[in-house]
């Protein structure tokens, strides 16, 4: 099994910048491909970006040029530096990694 730890959420007005943290641990030697993914509310859950163990990124065409996903293996984190942030950028975001998913960690951007 596989743990993830979101931390790093808040409020922020717009314009402003926040850094997502997730912490990964138990059987951490399979883990492959890493993601940030976010559900505002009313709406579907939604690929944020991704990550892989050799550092190939993706992001949703919403986030790109704003967004940063990073890794650290020797640490089993991820994150997410998020600048220029939109009021629609307000969601819960969730790390996950091979079907196991963190808490979430809520992201509030005021206008």
């Known amino acids: 099994q596989v743990q993830l730890v979101e931390s790093g959420g808040g409020l922020v007005q717009a314009g402003g910048s926040l850094r997502l943290s997730c912490a990964a641990s138990?059987?951490?030697?399979?883990?492959?491909?890493m993601g940030w993914y976010r559900q505002a509310p009313g709406k579907q859950r939604e690929l944020v970006a991704t990550i892989r163990s050799g550092g190939h990124t993706h992001y949703v065409d919403s986030v790109k040029g704003r967004f940063t996903i990073s890794r650290d293996n020797a640490k089993n984190t991820v994150y997410l530096q998020m600048n220029s942030l939109k009021p629609e950028d307000t969601a819960v975001y969730y790390c996950s990694s091979m079907g196991y998913w963190g808490k979430g960690t809520l992201v509030t951007v005021s206008s």
């Open positions: 138990g059987s951490m030697f399979s883990i492959n491909v």
